[in-house]
């Protein structure tokens, strides 16, 4: 078969090599395949040849295939490629070089030519495999990138599933498991991932690799670093992202012990939530050097570390706390409890174990249950007083029934918690008073002994008497260690010690009695410390008889109280305030048991529901949503929360929508014996954040579209951080480019030291400053005015934030009042120079303005035409007669040209005056502009022209006639000389011949004459 013409190649060949490139790129092979493919396609064309050669170049590493795949080069010659192109040397003459890119890292295709006439179809089939390649090679890079992103999405999901799988897994565990999806994700042979100790601030490795252990010459130890040093140390102590693949030649790199596993490649990331560094994530050597995409997946590992850290630091702390205060309450000899309204009892104190009783066996009975029959009414109706009053409770005196049913005298104080004015829950202490009726009786039985007992007493207990007047008569020594008096200080009236607390009344009223013998239960008073501080005491009087039966003194022993009021204080306090939170819950607060019944439900959102707090409590899920019509996948939802899950998700119900969290209740060995669940409403929360949306929408696209200049600087740098579009348009830059810098770093010093000055009064002075005209450069060298206005913006506390600022382009406006002035001044000297008069008047013909050719002709000056009419100028014929003419302008609307004489006192003028009608901005006529022109020459000089055209028209007639009279008259003279010359001197006819000959003379004259004045016509004013 005979080759075909290279011209006619590309069009008869080029199709089947491009269906071959095509189905290569098309093709299943590996990238390494693909190229070979390509080469063997363009080798078949006829414009290269079999024998041609052919090589793609790749940048080392960047893709799976070779750094270079060739075909018809040796060995020698593809080093000898692959240095030109690392040096960027000029290439052979022969060699075609077309570039791949990949969007990421560029390579090229080279082609050796059989012969210099075959490189322009070679040159297009080149371009087309090269485009071919390159596609393929962004195809590549971008499959490699959804694999890391799935890699890591896929990582960051399994440790997010075991964290909300397993709450209780342990930090080291949670450590043990990042690392090993970093080292997987990365392909790294050690690495580490530790936490900081908030106490000490030392860093916590857990999870050394035990390859790195086994590496490591050093001696093995406590895995707990005190000083960050190294390039790990480097990233805690910037907390910044690091990646580097020559280790050892690090500066940062200083200070690794001797014996340490050498380190060529490192990548780490700091751990941190809430701008709090809780750790740090790092691994180390891996097959080849880390790319960017390593550091990605180490930063977003990091991230989720650190927030599991700060969950389970969290976690760590609340426990702490938690335990402290049971061990407070548990502590406590007195039994501390809270029922709600209804009597029931939901909290109890271990201490109740001490009556035969189990605290969870009592939770959800009621409190009068365990009251003896006989005190059972009153304290019932005690009870329900405080309910329907809102006050607290005063000391209440009863039986407890122990569980073996034996009566023990207790007494009880109690406090109501209210919520917008209707009682929450009642909170009360109940004291064993057992022991201080015993001693009462003891007491009794044995003063003496009572008294040496009372003597010796310790701090926290004193002795005392007081006469029936109530002074003091006696104290025992340890009123000194408990309010700081001495024996003597303290005997005075005891009224002198209460404080003025409304609660000492209720103390009167029990000395009182205790003065008219009645024995009273004890009771608590608040007194004064010596200190001035404030003392809580529990006081047990007795009345003293005489022989006569009467009271004669009262004795008492006051023990102090006030470490168990402050903690019952706080216990009470700290229960309001969980109450409170619970009731002014904007949402649902529910518990459910393990069989999914409710157990507690309260919270404002409960209204949303139409229910009550507390009313569904005893009801099944199950009886709750399905006669509601609520949504079954509730059910599921909890379900899976009763399997320890813990379960996050949206419901709306009519018209509001709930944020529901579901988490398993656990007991202390961590099994689920319930539900907590929380519905916040975040329906208003949705239309706000709708509705933020639309506004700073809204908000964007007018700041966006207004015309002029709008910027925004922060009040201490003042730096840009917000410019519109017209500011970009101004100034030559994007706001992209603009953000983050300021003046200096945008203008010429002297206009930036002037914007920096003017921002800074304005920040000073709190007000708007008005800048009339100001000056700027901008990046492309041109010179803008602007208008601006700059205001700042101040907080709540009227400190200024930012500074805002408009600015209007004026630049032309600028231009087109300076040629407008310009234009003035020109008009005006014109109008003061021309020949011509000019005058404005207004509609009445009153001179506004006149110049001076004008006021020449009355021989006035300008100023004294001002406020003249033509009646004052003229006399009243013509003044009537300019008047109609002004008139008939006016009436017309437009510009009337009149030819006029004139008489003024500089003498008779002929004159062509034009007047046109002068309107103002809205269109209304507002006077007459007239331009007068002295035509007297221009007069003379018409008649003269008229003469001339007379004389020319007469000469254009004369002369025909003359000449051919004169032709006449030469044949009559010639003739008649001739007959004059035949006739004989005596022929009579010979005189008669002459008298011819002298006529013709004479008419040849006035012949000659006329030709004359037909060569040059003058019209003489008829003197001759």
């Not at 050796?112 to 090679?137: D, V």
């Not at 309910?387 to 104080?413: A, H, M």
């Not at 649902?588 to 139409?610: E, I, M, N, P, Y």
């Not at 004489?901 to 269109?923: C, H, M, N, Q, W």
């Amino acid at each position: 078969m005979r080759k075909p013409d290279l011209k006619s190649t590309a069009a008869g060949v080029c199709p089947e090599t491009l269906r071959s490139l095509l189905l290569a790129a098309a093709g299943p092979d590996n990238l390494d395949a693909f190229l070979r493919r390509i080469l063997a396609a363009l080798a078949r064309h006829n414009a290269l040849g079999p024998g041609a050669g052919l090589a793609v170049l790749l940048p080392a590493g960047s893709n799976a295939a070779p750094a270079m795949t060739a075909l018809n080069f040796t060995k020698k010659q593809q080093e000898l490629l692959a240095a030109i192109n690392r040096a960027g040397t000029k290439w052979p003459k022969n060699i075609l070089r077309f570039a791949l890119q990949d969007g990421t890292a560029s390579g090229c295709l080279l082609a050796r030519l059989p012969s210099a006439h075959a490189a322009p179809c070679a040159g297009e089939l080149l371009k087309i495999a090269a485009k071919t390649i390159s596609g393929r090679l962004t195809q590549e890079r971008r499959e490699r990138q959804l694999v890391t992103e799935r890699d890591i999405a896929d990582a960051v999901t399994h440790l997010e599933e075991l964290f909300l799988t397993s709450p209780n897994i342990s930090i080291e565990e949670l450590s043990r498991t990042v690392l090993d999806e970093a080292r997987r994700l990365t392909g790294s042979r050690f690495g580490f991932a530790g936490y900081i100790d908030a106490a000490t601030g030392w860093l916590n490795v857990p999870t050394l690799t035990d390859e790195a252990w086994k590496k490591c010459r050093i001696k093995k130890g406590a895995v707990v670093f005190k000083k960050f040093t190294g390039l790990w140390g480097w990233v805690l102590n910037k907390k910044t992202p690091l990646l580097t693949n020559s280790a050892a030649a690090d500066p940062r790199a200083g200070g690794i012990p001797g014996g340490h596993i050498k380190i060529e490649r490192f990548a780490a990331a700091p751990a941190v939530a809430a701008k709090q560094l809780l750790g740090i994530l790092a691994v180390a050597t891996p097959p080849a050097d880390y790319r960017p995409a390593a550091l990605d997946a180490i930063k977003k590992l990091a991230q989720v570390y650190a927030l599991m850290l700060h969950h389970k630091l969290s976690e760590r702390r609340q426990n702490v706390e938690s335990a402290r205060h049971l061990a407070i309450i548990s502590s406590s000899q007195d039994i501390i409890y809270s029922a709600g309204p209804d009597g029931k009892l939901t909290y109890i104190s271990p201490r109740v174990a001490d009556y035969g009783y189990k605290p969870e066996n009592l939770i959800g009975r009621s409190v009068f249950d365990f009251c003896h029959p006989a005190d059972r009414q009153l304290a019932e109706r005690v009870f329900q007083n405080a309910i329907s009053s809102g006050r607290t409770l005063p000391l209440l005196n009863y039986r407890l029934l122990k569980k073996d049913g034996t009566p023990l005298p207790v007494e009880q104080k109690s406090g109501v918690i209210l919520t917008n004015g209707r009682t929450e829950f009642i909170t009360g202490v109940i004291r064993d008073v057992s022991g201080i009726h015993r001693a009462a009786a003891q007491a009794r039985e044995s003063e003496e002994r009572y008294r040496r007992l009372v003597e010796n007493l310790g701090k926290n207990y004193f002795f005392y008497r007081h006469d029936i007047h109530g002074v003091f008569n006696y104290a025992s020594p340890s009123v000194t260690d408990m309010l700081g008096y001495s024996k003597k200080e303290f005997l005075t009236h005891y009224s002198r010690h209460l404080t003025k607390s409304p609660r000492n009344k209720e103390a009167v009223r029990h000395t009182r009695l205790s003065l008219l013998g009645r024995q009273q239960p004890p009771y608590e008073v608040e007194i004064y410390h010596k200190d001035g501080s404030l003392r809580w005491l529990e006081v047990t009087e007795t009345p003293l008889r005489d022989s006569k039966g009467k009271v004669a003194a009262i004795e008492g022993l006051a023990r102090d109280v006030t470490g168990q009021k402050q903690a019952a204080a706080l216990l009470a306090a700290s229960e309001h305030r969980l109450q409170l939170a619970m009731s002014q819950l904007n949402g649902v607060l529910w518990v459910l048991d393990k069989d999914l019944r409710f157990t507690l439900s309260r919270g404002q959102g409960l209204a949303a529901l139409g229910l009550k707090p507390d009313q569904i409590v005893g009801m099944s899920l199950k009886a709750f949503i399905r006669p509601a019509g609520r949504n079954s996948a509730s059910m599921a939802a909890h379900q899976q929360a009763l399997q320890g899950k813990n379960i996050s998700y949206e419901e709306t119900f009519k018209t509001t929508t709930f944020n529901v969290v579901l988490s398993p209740l656990r007991s202390p060995a961590g099994k689920v014996t319930g539900i907590v669940g929380v519905a916040v409403d975040i329906s208003e929360k949705k239309k706000m954040e709708h509705l933020l949306q639309e506004n700073e929408t809204f908000l964007n696209n007018v700041v966006g579209n207004i015309p002029d200049m709008v910027f925004i600087k922060d009040a201490k740098e003042l730096k840009f951080v917000r410019l519109n579009k017209a500011a970009e348009t101004l100034l030559g830059c994007s706001e992209k480019e603009l953000l983050g810098t300021s003046d200096y770093d945008n203008f010429p010093q002297e206009e930036a030291d002037f914007f920096v000055k003017v921002d800074r009064e304005v920040l000073s002075g709190k007000q708007l400053v008005t800048i009339a005209e100001e000056r700027i450069h901008t990046r492309d060298g041109k010179e803008k005015t602007l208008h601006t206005k700059k205001i700042p913006i101040l907080d709540s506390h009227g400190t200024p934030q930012y500074l805002l600022g408009i600015s209007e382009d004026i630049t032309e406006r600028k231009r087109l009042e300076n040629l407008l002035i310009e234009n003035e001044e020109t008009l005006r000297r014109i109008f003061e120079t021309v020949t011509d008069a000019i005058f404005l008047k207004d509609t009445t013909g009153l001179y506004l303005k006149a110049n001076k050719a004008c006021a020449d002709l009355f021989l006035l000056t300008p100023g004294e035409m001002l406020g003249k009419t033509d009646f004052d100028l003229f006399s009243t014929e013509i003044a009537a007669e300019s008047l109609q003419d002004d008139t008939e302008v006016l009436r017309q609307g437009r510009t009337l040209l009149f030819s006029k004489e004139r008489i003024f006192p500089s003498g008779k003028i002929y004159l062509s005056v034009v007047k046109t009608p002068l309107r103002g901005a809205d269109g209304k006529m507002t006077g007459v502009l007239g331009v007068v022109r002295d035509i007297t020459s221009i007069k003379a000089m018409e008649a003269e022209l008229a003469t001339t055209r007379a004389s020319t028209a007469l000469s254009k007639v004369a002369r025909p006639i003359a000449h051919d009279f004169n032709n006449a008259l030469a044949a009559i003279s010639g003739y008649a000389t001739m007959i004059d010359d035949e006739l004989q001197e005596s022929n009579p006819l010979k005189g008669e011949i002459a008298q011819i000959i002298r006529a013709v003379t004479r008419a040849a004259e006035l012949t000659s004459k006329l030709q004359d004045f037909a060569r040059n016509p003058k019209i003489d004013d008829g003197k001759e």
